[in-house]
């Protein structure tokens, strides 16, 4: 049974090879990201996710096809994905000694089969930071292209007082639930 990975983070990748699977193919889905107004951030993540399986299902219709998409968020508030230091410099003084979450929603799409989702949630508290801690975090530049601004796998890991919750999900893909999901589809695992 052929694998397509809908996304082009290499961080899903690098998490699918912890649980001994290599996708067949990498076919990044191409749909608009934007938030509508009054979308909830799980709301947000979880057809995110549906619609990337959705549109490369409909692409290779004989092929399971696995897309996720993950969701930085204080209170109602979705964060963006940062590109900028000014956009990444106000969502730390947003994060800065507060509690947030970061939802991943996981879709699989099976020839034949329901589409089956998840969705996963884990509470991040950061710690208060100084302005010289910001200043040497955007210099760092691992932020560029994360949610929130911050990748808990790189040095924005300092940064964190207490997580609770699936740590491979705010990497990007949470680990066991995929894993469900694939077995679920019949997707050969140990």
Not at 74 to 88: C, F, H, M, N, S
Not at 126 to 149: C, P
Request: net charge positive; charged share 25%; with cysteine.
């Amino acid at each position: 049974m052929r694998l397509i990975l809908a996304s082009a983070s290499p961080r899903r990748l690098d998490l699918l090879a912890r649980i001994g699977v290599t996708p067949d193919a990498i076919l990044p889905a191409d749909i608009d990201e934007s938030v509508p107004a009054g979308e909830l951030p799980r709301d947000h993540a979880l057809r995110l996710a549906t619609e990337k399986a959705q549109a490369v299902a409909a692409r290779e219709p004989d092929a399971l096809v696995l897309a996720a998409d993950t969701v930085v968020a204080v209170g109602r508030r979705i964060l963006p994905k940062v590109e900028d230091e000014a956009t990444l410099r106000q969502c730390m003084a947003l994060l800065s000694g507060r509690r947030h979450r970061v939802m991943t929603g996981v879709a699989l799409a099976a020839p034949g089969q329901k589409l089956r989702t998840r969705l996963v949630e884990t509470t991040i508290v950061m710690k208060r930071l100084s302005g010289e801690e910001i200043d040497f975090y955007a210099a760092h530049g691992e932020w560029r292209g994360k949610a929130g601004g911050y990748a808990l796998q790189g040095y924005g890991e300092v940064y964190v007082r207490h997580i609770a919750g699936s740590y491979s999900n705010v990497v990007g893909l949470p680990l066991a639930e995929t894993r469900h999901l694939l077995k679920a589809a019949g997707y050969p695992l140990a």
